[in-house]
């Protein structure tokens, strides 16, 4: 399998743009993960989906973000407008969840986002 | 609350010493616990994982890990540590959907 892929790797914007991160999961994961990741706060969970379904998205910092699984096998992550505090790198994660805590995650590459 | 403490920032060693990251974690029930790292430029990768029945585990990289339930600790050990061994490493607990890593400790390995 090629693991989690993510697209782009490295998105430079100028402030008030539009802003696309694209995840496909690992192939019979059921559960899909975006995370952003800066120094100064570590890693964040924003959201997370079961079976397409977002679960939790109490991690999501303002309307501004926006998140969706139209299936297995694709997922978005969407800031309309970017702010240059919006600068991070943001990762995907898959994993097979089972019903309890029994899983791990399979992170992809990450994707650097620099808004200007 | 479902918590988990890297209470190192960053640590040196010497290639070839012994190495002992320590991770400590907070849950009610039971905890489903990890290690992960992170090399420069890369995402997460999943080093060891314990779930039940025997507290030491084994990882990749030579990498090993203790739980012990009466200190809420989940220290991840190397023997030996390769300069290949620097990066970011991450504890992390799960319960239910959600996870919940640590700060992190950055490793540096000196010559």
């Known amino acids: 399998d090629a693991g989690v892929i993510q697209s782009p790797r490295h998105e430079v914007t100028e402030m008030g743009q539009e802003v696309t991160l694209r995840c496909k999961p690992i192939?019979?994961?059921?559960?899909l993960f975006w995370y952003r990741q800066t120094m100064m706060r570590g890693l964040e969970l924003l959201i997370y989906?079961?079976?397409?379904?977002?679960?939790?998205d109490s991690g999501m910092p303002e309307d501004r973000f926006s998140a969706k699984m139209p299936n297995a096998s694709f997922s978005t992550l969407k800031i309309q407008p970017s702010e240059p505090r919006d600068s991070a790198v943001y990762f995907c994660?898959?994993?097979?969840?089972?019903?309890?805590?029994?899983?791990?995650?399979?992170f992809g590459p990450g994707t650097r986002l620099t808004v200007t | 609350a479902q918590s988990v403490t890297q209470p190192d920032i960053h640590i040196t060693v010497s290639e070839g010493a012994s190495l002992e990251l320590r991770c400590n974690y907070s849950?009610?029930?039971?905890?489903?616990l990890f290690w992960y790292v992170q090399s420069p430029g890369q995402g997460l990768q999943l080093l060891l994982k314990?779930?039940?029945?025997?507290?030491l585990v084994q990882g990749i990289k030579g990498f090993e890990a203790e739980f012990k339930r009466s200190q809420s600790s989940f220290n991840l050990r190397k023997p030996s540590v390769h300069w290949s061994d620097a990066a970011e490493y991450f504890c992390?607990?799960?319960?239910?959907?959600?996870?919940?890593f640590g700060a992190g400790t950055r490793l540096f390995v000196k010559a």
């Open positions: 989906f079961n079976n397409n379904v977002p679960i939790d």
């Open positions: 992390a607990n799960t319960g239910g959907f959600k996870t919940i």
């Open positions: 849950y009610g029930a039971t905890p489903y």
């Open positions: 192939s019979g994961h059921n559960s």
């Open positions: 314990y779930f039940s029945g025997d507290t």
């Open positions: 994660a898959s994993s097979l969840f089972s019903g309890t805590g029994a899983y791990e995650q399979y």
